[in-house]
Nanobody, 115 residues
Framework: QVQLVESGGGLVPAGGSLRLSCAAS????????MGWYRQAPGKQRELVAL???????NYAGSVKGRFTISRDNAKNTVYLQMDSLKPEDTAVYYC?????????WGQGTQVTVSS
């Protein structure tokens, strides 16, 4: 079992920045991957960024060059640095964790970007 707690969401003007944090209840060394997804009203949940246990990363095309996923192994925490935010980035952002057998979700944190 893995518990995930997100923080760092809020209201920011277009062009601004936010950093989201996701604290895991287990050592992230034991996880296959951690990532961030987002879901806007009326839309499917979509992958934003992913980092694997080997350090490889993957980003949605819409956020490449603007968002950066990183991890702090000592703190069992993964971050999403979001720069040059756009109103289209407005969504609930969810932290995810994949073990070798099961997947887990955090509760989500709201990000709202004003125009």
């Amino acid at each position: 079992q893995v518990q995930l707690v997100e923080s760092g969401g809020g209201l920011v003007p277009a062009g601004g920045s936010l950093r989201l944090s996701c604290a895991a209840s287990v050592s992230i060394f034991s996880l296959k991957a951690m990532g961030w997804y987002r879901q806007a009203p009326g839309k499917q949940r979509e992958l934003v960024a992913l980092v694997t246990n080997t350090g490889s990363t993957n980003y949605a095309g819409s956020v490449k060059g603007r968002f950066t996923i990183s991890r702090d192994n000592a703190k069992n925490t993964v971050y999403l640095q979001m720069d040059s935010l756009k109103p289209e980035d407005t969504a609930v952002y969810y932290c995810s964790a994949d073990t070798w057998y099961l997947g887990y979700w955090g509760q989500g944190t709201q990000v709202t970007v004003s125009s």
